[in-house]
């Protein structure tokens, strides 16, 4: 017994030996190693980084209003749709009540017959204008009978319709929920890179597509003349409104986004739009780029999903992405222009 153990515990130590020589015989580049940490990001690599976020984040944006209208959409239908059921179910008792009415009418009236009125009668004259009565009488009841069916089925079908129209609303204002948390979370993505610059850095890629002062300056001292008063009005609205934060979702008075500003801005001139940029380029008619005036709304993207307000001189007002705030740039130096519409 002593020395089976013992054989037993000299296997073991020659299997330790084995696999601790095939271990060092492992070249060291096949072993793992501590893996470097990540080289860190040049100026130029953050911004076209940032500048990728910028256009995703205008795109969940425009995406999120689109659905923030759809919402108000379906929660008309289904406020349409219940007060539709509602009427429905008041036709409902009142031809209810009048068939009710009839049957106990005919319940206590004496039985008829075209028999009863041939013996009660004293002329075949009397006999055929007993007749048609009862005709009239059967006719009255059965409409009154068929009016009750129909009643019926059209307050079921608006019940189902208005059910169904509900759902809906609910389900497009839940999937809404989601949106609104899969965008904080690009926006934050975007804020967090765009800390990581300096504030040189953050400033120089912020004024990328910012006119210069002086030009902004020389835009406003002498304003390119716009077509229409409500033009007018429209682009003096939006300029006021510089330096304002971009924030997704709003449209004033305090903070913006694309559409948010183009929508309030024409509001103001009392011209609605919708508050998501490819509505409005799908409401307006088309403007060649040749042609484009003040107050003309420029698209960028298709489906667009930037927009801003052209306001001569080869430049526009907007509010362009999350840590910017609504300036003047050049239309020139925009990316992804897809066409332009005129409102008024």
Not at 125 to 145: F, I, P, R
Not at 176 to 183: A, R
Not at 228 to 238: L, P, T
Not at 310 to 322: C, L, R
Request: glycine share 6%.
């Amino acid at each position: 017994m002593a020395l089976t153990r013992v054989s037993r515990f000299n296997r073991a130590l020659i299997g330790f030996a084995i696999l601790g020589s095939s271990l060092l015989a492992v070249p060291m580049s096949a072993q793992a190693v501590p893996s470097s940490p990540p080289a860190p990001q040049t100026t130029g690599e953050v911004s076209t980084k940032l500048a990728d976020l910028a256009i995703k984040n205008e795109q969940l944006t425009e995406r999120f209003n689109k659905a923030k209208i759809d919402v108000a959409k379906a929660q008309d239908a289904a406020a349409a749709a219940t007060r539709k059921a509602a009427q429905s179910q008041v036709a409902l008792r009142k031809a209810q009540k009048a068939l009710a009415l009839m049957v106990s009418a005919q319940y206590k009236a004496p039985t008829f017959s075209r028999t009863a009125a041939l013996l009660a009668s004293g002329s075949g004259q009397g006999y055929l204008e007993t007749v048609e009565m009862l005709n009239l009488l059967s006719a009255h009841q059965t409409d009154v009978a068929r009016a009750a069916s129909d009643a019926t089925a059209a307050s079921n079908k608006a019940e189902a319709t208005a059910k169904s129209a509900v759902a809906a609303a609910i389900a497009k204002r839940n999937a809404l929920t989601k949106q609104v948390d899969d965008l904080q979370v690009q926006v934050d993505k975007y804020k967090t890179l765009l800390a990581t610059l300096t504030e040189a850095e953050r400033t120089s890629y912020l004024s990328q597509n910012t006119a210069p002062a002086a030009q902004v300056a020389q835009v406003m001292a002498s304003p390119a003349p716009a077509k229409s008063a409500g033009a007018s009005g429209a682009v003096n609205a939006a300029m006021s409104q510089q330096g304002k934060p971009y924030v997704w979702g709003a449209a004033g008075p305090d903070s913006y986004d694309c559409s948010g500003l183009t929508m309030w801005a024409w509001g103001q001139a009392g011209v609605s739009l919708p508050h998501q940029s490819a509505e409005q380029q799908g409401m307006l008619p088309p403007v060649a780029r040749d042609q484009l005036q003040p107050g003309d709304l420029v698209f960028f993207g298709s489906p667009a999903y930037h927009v801003g307000m052209y306001i001569g001189n080869g430049m526009m007002v907007h509010a362009p992405t999350s840590g910017d705030v609504v300036k003047v740039s050049s239309l020139a130096n925009m990316s992804d222009y897809s066409g332009a519409g005129r409102p008024g």
